[in-house]
């Protein structure tokens, strides 16, 4: 699992507050990920990042913010949570490794309820 | 980015063989194409990954023609467990998009 962990693993918080999703890594992978995972919409990037303080923007950023400030935290917040942004949401670290370009690894999933 | 095309689900049996066929029309040269496994309540795993002809590893087999346009994962033999989403995706640099996947359910 690539030393992956999300906290929390689960949440609920009501509609207009803000949220904080952590990710934690400790094997100093470069390149992390935040998905979002809803029925018939498979996995949506949110927001990605390449370095410590570099991040930019997936498919779905809207309402959304990252930082890393540093190599093995990525947080994701939701400044004013809303009922849209119930979801499961998965972060990811990226590796390469002799014969494979770019292998992805995922944490267990944070499954995030907004009222 | 290239534009992914899958089937949404397909239907199979225990010891059959699943062919899931993907189009990447727009890849470019650097691009490889990549498959991922979901199994429900898990994230998903890195089955196999290729840049042209065949690939076979313990898992599958990735088949690409020439013109890269499509790509054609193979499972041989499946069984109930591998009932899952899969997703193809055409990997350039490190912005990895998934998209929806195509679900297989394999029936006894």
């Known amino acids: 699992d690539a030393g992956i962990t999300q906290s929390p693993r689960h949440k609920v918080t009501e509609t207009g507050t803000p949220v904080t999703l952590r990710c934690h890594q400790t094997?100093?992978?470069?390149?992390m990920y935040w998905y979002r995972q809803d029925p018939g919409h498979g996995l949506r990037l949110i927001h990605y990042?390449?370095?410590?303080?570099?991040?930019d923007k997936g498919e779905v950023s809207d309402g959304y913010s990252v930082s890393r400030s540093k190599t093995e935290d990525f947080l994701l917040t939701l400044e004013s949570a809303t009922s849209s942004q119930t979801s499961v949401y998965f972060c990811?670290?990226?590796?390469?490794?002799?014969?494979?370009?770019?292998?992805?690894?995922f944490g267990q999933g944070t499954r995030l309820t907004v009222v | 980015l290239a534009k992914i095309t899958q089937p949404i689900s397909m239907d199979s049996y225990e010891g059959q063989e699943v062919n899931i066929t993907c189009s990447h029309n727009?890849?470019?040269?650097?691009?490889?194409i990549t498959w991922y496994q979901q199994f429900p309540s898990q994230g998903p795993r890195f089955i196999i990954q290729?840049?042209?002809t065949k690939v076979t590893n313990e898992v599958a087999s990735l088949f690409i023609p020439a013109d890269r346009k499509s790509s054609t994962l193979s499972l041989p033999r499946v069984s109930l467990s591998d009932t899952a989403v899969y997703y193809c995706l055409v990997v350039g640099d490190y912005k990895l998009s998934f998209g929806a996947g195509t679900t297989v359910t394999v029936r006894a």
């Open positions: 990811a670290i990226s590796t390469s490794k002799q014969g494979v370009r770019t292998e992805a690894f």
């Open positions: 290729g840049y042209k």
């Open positions: 990042s390449y370095g410590v303080k570099d991040t």
């Open positions: 727009n890849i470019a040269t650097n691009d490889y």
């Open positions: 094997e100093n992978h470069r390149y």
